[in-house]
């Protein structure tokens, strides 16, 4: 996360949720792995003792990635004008050409995930309809072509 990203309230629990399981739970769960493999001996040959010390070194990776994505975030609070799409709406899309309806909320780069139906606000359909009321049709360029989206709903 760079510099004053923004983050959902939620997001923010979410990442705070994530650091307190990994710097708890995770890391004593992985420090009883290396002591019960250091209990076998040779540490030369151990390999249950290399895989653990492995999987710690990418726990630590991870908590320091979150730590420094908690330390940059800004808080932003979600838009709550509902006639126009902003920062934390839910918006529904109707493609004009095919019909087809999708719905998305719009989140900082950070908790972006298409697969839950969240957007990263600078993804180009976000760009494209930020600021723009119900009703209003935008041109958003990808990579099969130009695709002309209705703004149907914002919650």
Do not use: C
Not at 9 to 20: K, Q, V
């Amino acid at each position: 996360m760079e510099a004053g990203e923004s983050i959902t309230p939620e997001g923010l629990e979410a990442l705070n949720r994530e650091l307190d399981e990994l710097e708890g739970p995770r890391r004593r769960e992985i420090a009883a792995r290396i002591q019960r493999a250091r209990e076998l001996g040779d540490l030369k040959e151990n390999a249950e003792y290399h895989q653990a010390k492995d999987d710690q070194a990418h726990l630590e990776t991870r908590i320091a990635s979150l730590v420094e994505r908690r330390r940059n975030a800004v808080v932003t609070e979600i838009s709550t004008a509902s006639h126009e799409v902003g920062f934390g709406a839910t918006v529904v899309l109707v493609d004009e050409d095919t019909g087809r309806e999708q719905t998305w909320t719009i989140v900082g780069a950070a908790e972006a995930d298409a697969s839950a139906g969240k957007i990263s606000i600078e993804s180009p359909v976000a760009q494209a309809v930020i600021g723009k009321p119900i009703g209003n049709v935008v041109d958003v360029t990808t990579p099969r072509g130009v695709r002309h989206l209705r703004i149907d709903r914002v919650n």
